[in-house]
Structure formats: structure tokens, C-alpha cells
């Protein structure tokens, strides 16, 4: 099997970082920013985040526009795609408003960690393996399309494997300086170059969306949320 499709999704500073220079959750990203964000949740059977990212930000992201989620609903997919969170042990405040939001939630869990059986409030949990092995667990799960929310060290080891078919990046009409990058340079052998230009548009507030595609990747399959329109 090819593996899961995978997309990088991030809104990003002009200088290219992620939040302001003494840290904290980053306040990136207007109204156009939100939309192409939900349009790639409604795209993805999974969206993967970070743990330090989910107990930094406390929630993940949903599907609020109503079109977005009709889409969803004709093409026979639920509201939400499932949130799968990437961590060393699991260990969670169960107050975290996350464990209310209304989306099945897996966890990817490396050591031994994996063999303790699934923590509460997760429906599934999966051994963290070399990046392949483990993206193929999730495709066997059903998850053909993941989008990667970040953090940064996380996206940092996915591009580093090779495994990210796509980048939709916001660029924000702000320049915040400070180490947060997107991508950890510590993280990073080479990685492929000549990434293809397949989107550019304005989507308000000064803000430009770009997307680009591996040159290494295989064609995208068929998008269910656009053929149920």
C-alpha cells in the first residue's frame, strides 16, 4: 500500500515562525485562514497533533461551516475527522476541554507505554513505530487522509521521513522573529526539493494561501467531500 495521504497545515508568520518569540500559543490566522483550515479537516479522514501542542492549546480544531460539514455528511463520512494525538506516555489532564469536543480521539503512544492498553478518554491507541510502519497502522484503521497540525518537532519528523505529500501554509502579514520556527532545523537531514506549486490565492485580512506538493509523492486520490457536492 502507498500509505495514508498526508498534509502539513499551518498558518506561519512572513519570517516563517510559528509563535511570537517568548512562546505560547500562536494567534495566527483570520477568517480565510479558519475556512481553508476547516476545507482541510473536511478533506482528511485524521488529523494528527502534537501532545505538548494539545495540553499548550487544551482543544484541537473542528468543522463549524455548515457546507463543510453537509459535504461530509453526503459523502457518508462523520462530522469530524478522528484526532490523533502523538505522545511519549499518554498522560493527560482529563479536564482538558478536548475530551468534550465531539470527535473520536486515538493516541499514538511510543515504549512502553503502548502496552498499558488504551489511557481514558482515548478509543484507540496505536505502538508509535518508525514513521511508515506507523502511518500504516492508521491507513489500516481507515484513515487514507491525515492532516498534520503541528507542533513543529512533530511535522519536523514527518518531513524528515518523507511521508508529507503536502504543504498548505498560510503566510499572515506578520513578522514575529524568536527560535519557533516550523520546521526544527536540529530535526531535519535532507528532505526532497522542487516542491510543486499546486495552489496560490488571496483569502483576506492581507493573508496568502499557498499549497505545494512533494515531487516524490503519488497522485492524490479522489476527494470524497468533493464528489459528494
Known sequence: MLGPEVRLVLAVSLDGRLAPAHGGPAQLGGRGDRRALEEALCWADGCLIGGRTLRLHRTTCLIRDADLLGQRQRAGLPPQPMAVVVSRHGHFDPALPFFSQPLRRGLLLSGAAAAAGTPPGFGLHWPL?????????????????????????????LLAAGVVQELQLTLCPQVLAGPHSWVPERAMPPVPTGWQLLEHRAIGDGELLLRYGSPTAPPSRPDPCESAC
Open 129 to 157: 513505530e518508525a514513521w511508515p510502519q506507523t502511518l500504516g497502522q492508521l491507513q489500516a484503521a481507515g484513515l487514507q487522509r491525515l492532516v498534520l497540525l503541528g507542533g513543529a518537532h512533530l511535522a519536523g519528523q
